[in-house]
T-cell receptor, first 112, second 114 residues
Framework: GENVEQHPSTLSVQEGDSAVIKCTYSDSASNYFPWYKQELGKRPQLIIDIRSNVGEKKDQRIAVTLNKTAKHFSLHITETQPEDSAVYFCAAGQGGSYIPTFGRGTSLIVHP | SAVISQKPSRDICQRGTSLTIQCQVDSQVTMMFWYRQQPGQSLTLIATANQGSEATYESGFVIDKFPISRPNLTFSTLTVSNMSPEDSSIYLC???????????FGQGTRLTVV
């Protein structure tokens, strides 16, 4: 089955800095890579995703990159704000019959 | 998209008792997933619940401890049986509706066993 590794487990930045979270996956058949944000006491929610036919996707201050050869993908958040503080989960799986495998999560803390 | 109503949102239970958690989805979905999330940790898949068949459990989770029902395409329950303090955690249900690949989650049940 799929195995997803996520680093770092905790990331502390100053407001305005950039934050990068990295994940690796094991199953070369995986073709869908979403990122979820979970604010304290709330449910995880999708913030951005990428499919294996593209190398980068951007949505305002967040972007995701994918390197299929190396089997890793990353979340980039620019100009971080205190409201970006949350736990971020990466996931990998195969579209169609999709059961996501989640990384262990990264607790992002943005200091004002 | 999918809207999931999960209840109870939290409970405090005595060891040795059982708690049943319910999830209701606003649309029909083939698979529903049950996760456990311990404080500060990731989402651990307990089982996949399919309508009309037995649930599929992940390694480390067994039906006697976590029986699941899936009576129709919009509803599922997870029971945490014979609870011990080690079962204290947040339990979440999740669905991936239709041809979508986005997972939607219930609001979670925070369980404390004393």
């Amino acid at each position: 089955g799929e195995n997803v590794e996520q680093h770092p487990s905790t990331l502390s930045v100053q407001e305005g800095d950039s934050a990068v979270i990295k994940c690796t996956y094991s199953d070369s058949a995986s073709n869908y890579f979403p990122w979820y944000k979970q604010e304290l006491g709330k449910r995880p929610q999708l913030i951005i995703d990428i499919r294996s036919n593209v190398g980068e996707k951007k949505d305002q201050r967040i972007a995701v990159t994918l390197n299929k050869t190396a089997k890793h993908f990353s979340l980039h958040i620019t100009e971080t704000q205190p409201e970006d503080s949350a736990v971020y989960f990466c996931a990998a799986g195969q579209g169609g019959s999709y059961i996501p495998t989640f990384g262990r999560g990264t607790s992002l803390i943005v200091h004002p | 998209s999918a809207v999931i109503s999960q209840k109870p949102s939290r409970d405090i239970c005595q060891r040795g008792t059982s708690l049943t958690i319910q999830c209701q989805v606003d649309s029909q979905v083939t698979m529903m997933f049950w996760y456990r999330q311990q404080p500060g940790q990731s989402l651990t898949l307990i089982a996949t619940a399919n309508q009309g068949s037995e649930a599929t459990y992940e390694s480390g989770f067994v039906i006697d401890k976590f029986p699941i029902s899936r009576p129709n395409l919009t509803f599922s329950t997870l029971t945490v049986s014979n609870m011990s303090p080690e079962d204290s955690s947040i339990y979440l249900c999740s669905v991936v509706p239709g041809a979508s690949t986005e997972a939607f989650f219930g609001q979670g049940t925070r369980l404390t066993v004393v």
